[in-house]
């Protein structure tokens, strides 16, 4: 685990989501954006690397279009985000710009980190930018993203940034103060949760419906986003942006919002690109046994305790591995494609050979490559 008092850490991701940004679906609030670029630029100042995961492409392009109500239609949302992100970016530099700091625009799809490759790719670029001192501005690139594979929110996008760049603090700037045992729109008596271990499971309870008018994700997705961030040891504190001087005060030590902390040693990097997976090619349910050989022992998964076998996945990729409910414990990169998969279940190791006429591994999924959810 990292600092004591997150907020000491030096690298932010500071995540604004769609209900702050925009004016009512008015277009982007320019003044609120002004302010927040101040704070940023004199944490910047102030020695500390910032990432700045920022909504509103969709709002804005709505805006300046002349549209009153938000389409359904991905394809107009599309190019909503597409007219849309041009004002935005331009807003974020207009005000950067005034502070002698430059603004750089950072679009990703989820493929962009499921793959490798690219994922290591994104984490260099990043890695440069905060280097020479500009401020990346991240957004998903909805103009290309499809349905099934869309981040959708940005929490969970900012939740992997964080990861990506392992940042020590996640802050998620939403319109309220934080997350409360309730909906406060619902429930005038709700009550506000100052700090919580981010694994904690009461708190897709208290998250568990209702979102603004013009946000995507509501608190449930913030909750995941925390427990994401957790995984590279950041911890993640969710307050409301309109609170004058939120990220100064949040950094001078002050306790706004709420604070959830990671509360597990944080993965390898190869191991949270392994977690980070939204969308997997398919599954491997075990038995009881070797559930708890994973979960207990830390034990890699051996053929003899799969029971089924659900997709297609050829060999090297993400699987999640589920137990005899089928919730899922794990996921990891397996060692033989789902056809070969389905053959040498519930066999011996040792049976691998005869059954399909050679051997790869002995493990279907080594504990290496293997991360507990
Ligand atoms: N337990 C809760 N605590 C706080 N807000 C909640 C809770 N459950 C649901 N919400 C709703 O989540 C909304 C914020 O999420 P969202 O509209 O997606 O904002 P953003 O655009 O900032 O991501 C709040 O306005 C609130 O109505
Ligand atoms: N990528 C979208 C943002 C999606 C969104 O609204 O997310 P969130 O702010 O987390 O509710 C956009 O820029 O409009």
């Known amino acids: 685990m990292k600092t004591p008092e997150p907020t000491r850490g030096y690298r932010w991701v500071v995540k604004i989501g769609s209900s702050l940004l ?14 927040w670029a101040d704070q940023i630029a004199q944490l910047r100042n102030d020695g500390k690397q910032i990432v700045l995961v920022s909504s509103g492409a969709v709002a804005e392009g709505m805006n300046r279009l002349g549209w009153k109500s938000r389409p359904s239609a991905l394809h107009q949302l599309q190019a909503a985000a597409a007219v849309g992100q ?23 799809t ?18 440069a930018l905060l280097a020479l001192g500009a401020i990346p501005i991240v957004n998903e690139n909805d103009t290309v993203a499809a349905d099934e594979i869309r981040f959708g929110d940005n929490d969970t996008l900012g939740a992997l940034v964080a990861n990506l760049v392992e940042a020590d603090l996640l802050v998620i700037l939403t319109d309220q103060r934080g997350l409360f045992d309730r909906d406060p729109r619902q429930h005038a008596d709700a ?14 309870g208290y998250a568990a419906s209702g979102v603004g008018s013009l946000g995507r994700g ?14 590279s040891g950041a911890a993640t504190i969710i307050s409301a942006g309109r609170e004058p001087d939120v990220l100064l005060r949040l950094a001078a030590g002050e306790r706004l919002g709420t604070l959830l902390r990671p509360d597990k040693e944080p993965l390898a990097a190869r191991k949270q690109w392994i977690a980070s997976q939204l969308k997997l090619h398919g599954e491997v349910w075990v038995d009881v046994g070797a559930a708890n050989a994973l979960c207990a022992a830390g034990r890699s998964l051996l053929p003899v305790g799969v029971t089924e076998v659900r997709g297609k996945f050829a060999r090297g990729e993400v ?14 990169l397996i060692n033989y494609d789902a056809a070969e998969t389905r053959r040498i279940m519930r066999l011996p190791s040792e049976s691998i050979e005869p059954t399909l006429g050679y ?15």
């Open 319 to 332: 699987v999640s591995v589920r137990n005899t409910e089928g919730q899922e414990i794990a996921r990891g």
């Open 359 to 373: 051997v790869d591994e002995p493990e279907l999924i080594h504990r290496d490559n293997l991360v507990l959810i």
């Open 218 to 231: 509501g608190m449930a997705t913030k909750v995941s986003a925390a427990r994401r961030a957790a995984r």
């Open 110 to 127: 989820h493929d962009d980190l499921v793959d490798r490759r690219r994922y290591l790719n994104a984490r260099s670029t990043l890695r």
């Open 86 to 108: 041009m004002g935005l970016i331009q807003a974020y530099q207009d005000q950067f710009s005034r502070q002698g700091l430059l603004a750089a625009q950072v679009l990703l």
């Open 191 to 204: 009550t506000l949760i100052a700090e919580a271990q981010a694994s904690d499971p009461c708190l897709q």
């Open 22 to 35: 925009t004016a009512d679906g008015r277009g982007l609030d320019h003044a609120a954006l002004a302010d």
